[in-house]
């Protein structure tokens, strides 16, 4: 059984139980999307160390750039394209272990290698953002990411 990955010598899964009742308390009694967005991004990037934290809203046939912790980012992505488009075209969520590997990734940050791309939802099930979530350090992201991050973006109303 491969190693956990651990953050700041905590385990990972330790570290997401102890950080999500922090971002409920955080959303809790605010209804705005776009706060409560951008304080996961920071809450994640800093809590967890992550590269690059952030959300691309839904607008018309593409994703716009919106609330975000890290570096400069692209700021249009149309659907299908890169990481991000394909999630929202294919309406799941993709792991990536090596960004240069994935065909038509879209390069924001050369310091990316790995990513994780989740779909997030009205009260519909409509796609109305896609949450990026990228790594400095190649195949960063599993299972426990995916379980605890769809757990946190499901918190959006």
């Known amino acids: 059984m491969a190693e956990e990955l651990k953050v700041n010598s ?22 705005d999307l776009i706060a409560n967005m951008a ?8 809590g967890m160390n992550f590269f690059w934290v952030g959300f691309y809203m ?5 994703l716009v750039l919106g ?6 980012a ?15 075209q ?12 994935f065909p038509g990734h879209i390069a924001c940050s050369a310091l990316s290698r790995s990513e994780i791309v989740l779909p997030v939802y009205n ?5 109305i953002a896609i949450f990026d979530v990228d790594s400095d350090a190649l195949a960063s992201f599993d299972k426990t990411d995916e379980e605890w991050l769809r757990k946190t973006i499901a918190l959006l109303k």
């Open 39 to 46: 304080n996961i991004c920071s809450a994640l990037k800093y």
């Open 74 to 88: 692209c700021t249009r992505i149309a659907k299908g394209k890169g990481v991000c488009g394909a999630a929202w």
């Open 10 to 31: 905590v385990l990972k899964k330790d570290k997401y139980a102890e950080m999500y009742p922090q971002i409920k308390a955080l959303l809790e009694g605010e209804n």
């Open 90 to 101: 294919k309406n799941e969520i993709i792991i990536v272990d090596d960004v240069e590997k």
């Open 58 to 62: 839904v607008k018309g046939n593409e």
């Open 123 to 127: 009260s519909k099930k409509e796609i």
């Open 67 to 72: 609330p975000f912790q890290g570096t400069v």
